[in-house]
């Protein structure tokens, strides 16, 4: 449908300037500034060393340090770096734990042995090593600490830089 009293000029000229409009493609605020992060070299260098930091401070749990609570106060004064590994004995408490579940097992529901050994059973799972060695593990960190224990088992890196008379 022709404009009246627009010589055609004017109209191929605008329609010239549509096309243009459509064939531009406009860059989001979040995409330029994602670009111009990326370029700046230190920039990127702190991002990813706090996201390091960020998820190490998460992970912490799943990873096989010493225990944060259990400490040789007594004889901890001025030790020298330790590189061997230590033993948490998880393995053996549960091992033993299990052994009084089957043992409770073979005897009849009722007996007083069987309830003797499941009150020891319930004793022994409420002062579990995990509760020992890391005070009261939240939703987050059991499945944490206990995947940690299957990745590492009771293996724990130790102190290796020493410790200082506190």
Not at 106 to 114: R, T
């Amino acid at each position: 449908m022709p404009i009246p009293n627009q010589p055609p000029s004017e109209l191929e000229r605008l329609a010239a300037i549509l096309q243009e409009a459509h064939d531009v493609h406009g860059v989001s605020l979040w995409a330029d500034a994602w670009k111009r992060l990326k370029r700046n070299k230190a920039a990127m260098i702190s991002l990813w060393s706090l996201l390091t930091i960020v998820l190490l401070a998460i992970l912490t749990p799943l990873l096989p340090l010493q225990s944060p609570i259990y400490q040789d106060v007594k004889n901890r004064e001025l030790l020298p770096p330790q590189w061997e590994g230590f033993s948490l004995g998880i393995k053996q408490y549960d091992e033993e734990t299990a052994r009084l579940i089957a043992e409770a097992d073979l005897q009849v529901a009722g007996n007083a042995k069987h309830k003797e050994l499941m009150t020891e059973v319930e004793a022994r799972e409420q002062k579990h090593p995990t509760y020992l060695y890391w005070n009261k593990p939240n939703f987050l960190t059991k499945p944490l600490i206990s995947l940690r224990l299957l990745l590492f088992g009771d293996f724990c890196i130790p102190s290796i830089f020493g410790t200082d008379k506190l």
